[in-house]
């Protein structure tokens, strides 16, 4: 059974640009959460999407966004970049519930903004 | 405060030692605790989650519990080289959201 796939798993981008990260979960897995790792601040969630609806958001400006498609594969954006931006972009999917706590976690996109 | 604390480390025991992790969380009406382990470069996997106050074991891993406490611990006996990671406390509180700790980094030494 294919884990959770990130795509791309390391870019690097300029500030102001923009840039778009991709997740396809594991199959059957209706649940996308998003997270954003730093060494300083570690693991923060950014939003949750189940059946194509976001359920929850976390304390990210709007200049991060996101979207579930009916196949379940996420894809996040962010815009105007900034160099705090930096970091690993982590995917996690999870069959319906995520409050279950079991998230199965996709190996990241590591963004670089210079 | 954050929602979720621990100490950063390094936690270093030698080999064959209990390695003893600490959490504590501030959201009161949390009812949901796990651990995921994070080895160095790879993703975060589950594993332990415990849900009511006491201990909970698995294998060489026992969960601790104080909700009165807003606490919530690891224990990993025995400990080998290969337990060397960091150690992500994971809560899910009131506004549903699954909230890590920053880890904690473990170091078993030979």
């Known amino acids: 059974k294919a884990g959770v796939t990130q795509t791309p798993r390391y870019l690097i981008k300029t500030r102001g640009q923009q840039v778009t990260l991709s997740c396809s979960p594991i199959s059957g897995h209706r649940s996308v959460s998003w997270y954003q790792q730093t060494p300083g601040q570690g693991l923060q969630f950014l939003f949750e999407?189940?059946?194509?609806?976001?359920?929850n958001k976390g304390n990210f400006p709007g200049r991060f966004s996101g979207r579930q498609f009916s196949n379940s594969r996420s894809e996040m954006n962010v815009s105007t970049l900034e160099l705090g931006d930096s970091a690993l972009y982590l995917c996690a999917s999870s069959w319906a519930d995520p409050n279950t706590g079991e998230l199965f976690f996709g190996e990241g996109s590591r963004l670089t903004v210079l | 405060q954050k929602e979720v604390e621990q100490n950063s480390g390094p936690l270093s025991v030698p080999e064959g030692a209990i390695a003893s992790l600490n959490c504590t969380y501030s959201d009161r009406g949390s009812q949901s605790f796990f651990w995921y382990r994070q080895y160095s470069g790879k993703s975060p996997e589950l594993i332990m989650s415990i849900y009511s106050n006491g201990d909970k074991e698995d294998g060489r891993f026992t969960a601790q519990l104080n909700k009165a406490s807003q606490y919530v611990s690891l224990l990993i006996r025995d400990s080998q080289p290969s337990d060397s990671a960091t150690y992500l406390c994971a809560v899910i509180g009131s506004s549903y959201k699954l909230i890590f700790g920053s880890g904690t980094r473990l170091l078993v030494r030979p």
């Open positions: 999407y189940f059946s194509e609806t976001q359920r």
